[in-house]
């Protein structure tokens, strides 16, 4: 066989293999029917108390997380409140003014958290939060030297915290919950079973700062959804002849997750005590952190390819678990790329100019170091022969590639954001479902308040998702209903709201 033939065989047998793994990827009307109704029946398990001999750590369902936040914030809340957000690779300090009519003004100071206290799994809870005590300090320093002043005197009032810690916890009450497992790439197994923000409150003490008092703990989607109500003022807009509602609050960034309202006497979970006491209260309802991360574990409906395999029980640190974030969240979209890549390269496909894994660049061998910041570049990428994935390629990895290899690449990328996009619809179109929402009222609309890079950054996640929303059993007259809304610094101003009402 001349060169030429062996080059056109060899790109033949790479097309060919590229389209297997785009088949392998497509979620089609009836898979989405058939996870969305797993999705309803797991939301549903999960809301029952565990089974004998289950754990927060082995239990089938979702986690289905009571938050003890029983109302909707309307945007009349007033007050100024410390923050923490702990969520990804940065830890956030803030203080939030909240004006009492839908808007706010927030001051922050962000560190990335060192590499050694992800990376390393012998790093201990005290290091952990000693670190974010001393970022803190630093803050309260550099915006609040009054309020440090102030409370030197004995006679000052303690200043609330919210603290936003965005991992499954097992939550007791509003200010307190022990950590299930770390996602998202942290590893410290000290961690594991503690209280957090005791946890937190004790570093604050050992650092000065006993005057602040973390009064409340919450996750990141359930401060995305207060946020919003706050922000959009669900009792302003419903009166001014506004028909749509903020029904869930979800995140699709590093993680993905959300959460809704759910009627408290469904939440079977809840002590029985715990349930009467607070319907004697008249609260009828309770925001539920889903960790929908979590949904089937057991992988009895998700689609899953050896790559799915290969990143969850080889290079992630909780195997086994979040197997749907793994799926769908930016955490996730790079390495499975990157896989798909080492694994064409193994079989002779691509990038034939290495003959081997070793003398591929570097970059393409380490795990995660493929951004999908990366990939959204290729998505849209029509320049003439890829000239932006080129690019891109080269900055990123260091990884030279032809216009044909290119053309697949780019075939792999909108492949793996698609059917995120499209697993992305199944809890929206759960949860709609199971509440009911978009037949609550005459014409009524739901809004779903959303945060995170890949809902707000990558380009046309929404369309895609909502595109998967038609096609789901809401169909398409119940997406139309449906209002995806970015709502930005939930983990900021729904710690402070949170906080308020401790
Ligand atoms: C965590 C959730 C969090 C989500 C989004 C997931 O990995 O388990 O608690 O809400 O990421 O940040």
New binding site residues.
């Given amino acids: 066989m001349s060169f030429d033939d062996l080059h056109k065989a060899t790109a033949k047998a790479l097309t060919q293999k590229v389209d297997d793994i785009c088949k392998e990827f497509a979620i089609d009307a009836d898979k989405l029917s058939e996870l969305t109704a797993y999705f309803v029946e797991s939301m549903e398990k999960g809301l029952q108390p565990l089974d004998a001999g289950e754990s927060e750590e082995t239990a089938k369902g979702l986690p289905m997380i009571p938050s003890f936040v029983t109302g909707k914030p309307n945007g009349t809340e007033k007050g100024v409140l410390l923050a923490a957000d702990l969520?990804?690779t940065n830890f956030r300090v803030c203080s939030v003014d909240l004006s009492g009519d839908h808007t706010f003004s927030l001051q922050q100071m962000k560190s990335k958290i060192p590499e050694e206290l992800l990376e390393d799994d012998s790093v201990t809870s005290q290091e952990l939060f000693g670190y974010l005590a001393r970022r803190t300090v630093a803050f309260m320093k550099k915006y609040h030297p009054e309020l440090l002043e102030e409370h030197a005197k004995d006679t000052a009032k303690p200043l609330k915290m919210g603290f936003t810690f965005?991992?499954?916890i097992d939550q007791k009450s509003l200010g307190s919950g022990t950590l299930i497992r770390w996602?998202?790439g942290f590893k410290i197994k000290d961690t594991i079973g503690k209280d957090v923000v005791q946890l937190y409150q004790e570093q604050l003490n050992a650092s000065n700062l006993g005057m602040i008092n973390v009064v409340a703990l919450t996750?990141?989607?359930v401060g995305t959804f207060l946020s919003h109500c706050y922000s959009s003022g669900t009792a302003d807009s419903l009166s001014s002849g506004e028909i749509s509602e903020p029904v869930i609050g979800c995140?699709f960034?590093?993680?993905?997750?959300g959460c809704y309202m759910e009627e408290i006497k469904n939440i079977v979970k809840l002590p029985e005590e715990t349930r009467a006491k607070l319907l004697q209260e008249g609260k009828t309802h309770m925001v539920i952190n889903t960790?929908w991360?979590s949904f089937d574990n057991e992988l009895k409906h998700l689609p899953t390819s050896k790559y799915d395999i290969e990143i969850d029980q080889k290079l992630s640190a909780n195997p086994g678990f979040?197997l749907f974030?793994k799926r769908v969240s930016g955490m996730f979209l790079g390495e499975l790329l990157r896989n798909m890549l080492v694994d064409l390269h193994a079989k002779g496909l691509i990038l034939n100019q290495y003959r081997s894994y070793a003398q591929l660049p570097h970059r393409l061998r380490v795990p995660f170091e493929l951004s999908s910041e990366v990939l959204s570049h290729i998505e849209i990428d029509d320049s003439t022969g890829l000239r932006e994935t080129e690019l891109s390629l080269l900055q990123s990895l260091r990884l030279p590639t032809t216009p044909t290899e290119r053309v697949e690449i780019q075939k792999l990328v909108r492949a793996i954001s698609r059917r995120s996009a499209y697993l992305a619809a199944v809890p929206i179109a759960a949860i709609l479902t199971k509440t009911g929402a978009l037949n609550k009222r005459y014409h009524g609309e739901v809004e779903v308040g959303c945060d995170g890079s890949v809902v707000e950054y990558y380009p046309g996640f929404r369309s895609m998702l909502r595109h998967a929303l038609s096609l789901s059993p809401i169909g398409s007259d119940g997406e139309r209903k449906v209002h995806l809304r970015i709502a930005k610094d939930g983990s900021g101003v729904g710690a402070a709201l949170c906080a308020l009402v401790a």
């Fill in positions: 969520g990804g965005s991992y499954p996602t998202k996750n990141d989607t995140i960034g590093t993680g993905t997750n960790e991360g979040h974030e």
